[in-house]
T-cell receptor
């Protein structure tokens, strides 16, 4: 089954404790992206990746890191989480970001709470 | 950068009526405009999209129109049903070397019986 998976689905942590949210897709998509969703603000792009080893900042990259060492995986790293990073996070992938647009398939979401 | 504004933030219609959600964008180079539907507690899912070389696109009860001159696009849902109740997001993208998808802030649609 074609899908985007994220882990964990729920996480409660404390300020400053490094964490990683994993994202994996099995559709051989080139483009992957991370979004955060906050009430009244919609979905805001954190980072995106056009292909392996190619990443770029979205609109709200501060406090986050990403890596794209393999095509299928795109982990989101919070080196020192703070309470303002409490949010619902979505990973998404699409066949191609450049020159095509196209359907983005979203993962199930990760609800993160930073105390 | 791109800025997408979406209105209204909430919309309540009676079953069978039509619903219209409007978005404006700022970057005249944006050329791909998807609409996503997010049901409560679920992930966003693409329901329809339009590219800048097309003025209108329909898929059963859903249609999207695009006015490039005015830089706005709209989602039209006809004969609304209770299962249409959800949050709808518009987005804009300039395809090319960098592909940052910018979303609107969402419209909560409530279809009442």
């Amino acid at each position: 089954e074609a899908q985007v998976t994220q882990n964990p689905r729920y996480l409660i942590t404390v300020t400053g404790k490094k964490l990683t949210v994993t994202c994996s897709q099995n559709m051989n998509h080139e483009y992957m992206s991370w979004y955060r969703q906050d009430p009244g603000l919609g979905l805001r792009q954190i980072y995106y990746s056009m292909n392996v080893e190619v990443t770029d900042k979205g609109d709200v990259p501060e406090g986050y890191k990403v890596s794209r060492k393999e095509k299928r995986n795109f982990p989101l790293i919070l080196e020192s989480p703070s309470p303002n990073q409490t949010s619902l996070y979505f990973c998404a992938s699409s066949l191609s970001g450049a020159g095509g647009g196209g359907t983005q398939y979203f993962g199930p979401g990760t609800r993160l709470t930073v105390l | 950068g791109e800025n997408v504004e979406q209105h209204p933030s909430t919309l309540s219609v009676q079953e069978g009526d039509s619903a219209v959600i409007k978005c404006t964008y700022s970057d005249s180079a944006s050329n791909y405009f998807p609409w996503y539907k997010q049901e409560l507690g679920k992930r966003p899912q693409l329901i329809i999209d339009i590219r800048s070389n097309v003025g209108e696109k329909k898929d059963q009860r859903i249609a999207v129109t695009l006015n490039k001159t005015a830089k706005h696009f709209s989602l039209h849902i006809t004969e609304t049903q209770p299962e249409d109740s959800a949050v709808y997001f518009c987005a804009a993208l300039r395809t090319g070397t960098a592909s940052k998808l910018t979303f609107g802030t969402g419209t909560r649609l409530q279809v009442t019986l």
